[in-house]
């Protein structure tokens, strides 16, 4: 009889190395596609990250040569601007330097109209 138990113990303990096998196989198997799902999952991120900035890119350009052409008009219609200043400045810049020293130096003082006379008596 402890024979024939021994041989059913066996059994058992052979049956349970198996199932440990199976289960440990089972757990690698799954472990790897996990691994594997992340990784895939990374190449599709990335891939998308980089169909997504293409299409942003390709979106800059088109809607960017418009301000381009804006900002090219602007720039030559303040260079146009600058230039008639100047023109007028020079045409009339002494004149503005010879009145401004002039009042500057012929001081005429005068009371302000706010300030009221003292009383003559």
Not at 19 to 48: F, G, H
Not at 84 to 99: F, H, M, Q, T, Y
Request: net charge neutral; proline share 3%; aromatic share 4%.
């Amino acid at each position: 009889m402890s024979a024939q138990n021994s041989a059913g113990i066996q059994t058992l303990l052979d049956a349970e190395r198996e199932a440990q096998k199976i289960v440990q196989k089972s757990r690698e198997y799954r472990t790897k596609r996990v691994k594997d799902a992340r990784t895939e999952a990374q190449k599709e991120i990335e891939e998308y990250r980089k169909q997504k900035d293409e299409e942003f890119k390709k979106f800059e350009t088109e809607h960017s040569s418009g301000n381009k052409k804006a900002e090219e008009d602007a720039n030559k219609d303040a260079d146009s601007k600058v230039e008639e200043i100047k023109r007028a400045g020079g045409k009339s810049g002494d004149k503005v330097v010879e009145d401004l020293l002039r009042v500057v130096t012929e001081v005429k003082p005068e009371v302000p109209d706010r300030v009221a006379a003292p009383p003559q008596t």
